[in-house]
């Protein structure tokens, strides 16, 4: 008699999956005084803008990013951008290229769609993110907003990377810079438009006129930090810098000495030397390593750091096979301890609860 088997699923935690439409070359408000623009972005000379879709893959299960293969698709006010689109160029699979001036006194919405499939089940992930064109009609001089640091700002993640920095914003009208403040609003902003300082680890506190940001760079990986001023209910101008934690490639040593393990000899010295295009690294400041040992098949950990010392009751020396070896992961910034729904998990305090994040 046939009996009907039952299928065996296996069950995953749904993906984190992060985003953000990126800016780079300039600001997605545009002024128009009556006869041009500023800044131009169309002809000669032109200063075009490039949005580019940025997501991050983490897979709980496995605590790591991945990086599935993705689809972007960009909107103008909801309608597909080809390459046959006027005014946009399409720079590569996730970025387009804004070379088009907005028409005063209105906007345009660009939306950015990106569809992946999670490759443990095949089920479809879609993330979308937007930022909105202006350009303001200004018969008068034009306002400035200019970040100190800003553009992209690389940080090493291997020397000393979790430190706090401050962002000055300086605003100008015409030459002159401003220096009262008094019926103009600073505002700064996550990726989300919202107050960086109430909704990101990584805002510590404002100075009290608004001009300093500080920030704890403990907690990023990639950011990028926007700075608006506002007046009479409008944005004058607007300004951005992304802080980006920077791995260089690295060449790894490892030393066990000691092993073939000798009669009478009784501890074994295991040493990791890790260098890159700088200098040499703290390991142990700058990856989790762990020293492992595999006993017929078995594998457990022995310790961790460098350089780590074992001796020979610490194992198993019946055991046919031994291999001792280094498991190795670079630390990243912290993160948030989250909820199986994304919600963050505080203590007694309502302090948020952070943990160590780790990348290969």
Request: charged share 20%.
């Amino acid at each position: 008699m046939k009996i009907k088997g039952n299928k065996i699923q296996t069950e995953h935690t749904p993906l984190r999956v992060g985003g953000a439409l990126n800016i780079q070359g300039g600001s997605v408000v545009q002024f128009y005084d009556g006869n041009d623009f500023y800044p131009n972005r169309e002809g000669t000379l032109s200063s075009p803008i490039l949005l580019t879709h940025h997501l991050s893959v983490h897979d709980p299960d496995a605590s790591q990013e991945i990086f599935p293969a993705m689809n972007t698709t960009f909107y103008e006010d909801d309608i597909a951008i080809s390459a046959a689109t006027s005014g946009y160029e399409l720079i590569g699979a996730h970025a387009v290229k804004v070379v088009k001036n907005i028409p005063a006194n209105t906007q345009v919405v660009i939306k950015a769609i990106t569809e992946f499939v999670d490759p443990r089940n095949n089920r479809l992930y879609k993330r979308e993110d937007f930022v909105t064109l202006r350009t303001i009609l200004k018969a008068e001089a034009q306002y400035t907003l200019d970040l100190s640091p800003h553009g992209a700002v690389y940080f090493d993640a291997y020397r000393n990377p979790n430190t706090q920095t401050q962002i000055g914003a300086k605003l100008s009208h015409g030459n002159t810079e401003v220096i009262d403040l008094t019926g103009i609003t600073l505002k700064w902003l996550n990726p989300a438009g919202l107050d960086i300082v109430e909704n990101e680890l990584y805002g510590i506190s404002y100075s009290a006129d608004m001009r300093t940001l500080t920030i704890d760079k403990t907690y990023i990986n990639k950011e990028t930090i926007t700075c608006e001023a506002w007046k009479d209910g409008k944005i004058i101008s607007t300004a951005t810098v992304t802080f980006v934690r920077k791995f260089n490639p690295y060449r790894l040593d490892v030393n066990v000495i000691g092993l073939p393990l000798l009669p009478g000899v009784n501890n074994i010295k295991c040493m990791c030397t890790i260098s890159d295009t700088i200098g040499n690294v703290d390991v142990n400041a700058a990856f989790l390593l762990r020293w492992m040992i595999r006993e017929d098949g078995f594998e457990r950990q022995l310790g961790t750091g460098t350089p780590f010392v074992f001796t020979r009751d610490d194992i198993n020396m019946s055991a046919t096979t031994l291999e001792v070896y280094p498991d190795l992961k670079r630390r990243e910034a912290y993160a948030a301890l989250t909820d199986e729904f994304g919600t963050p998990l505080t203590d007694e305090y309502g302090n948020i609860l952070t943990a160590e994040t780790y990348g290969i």
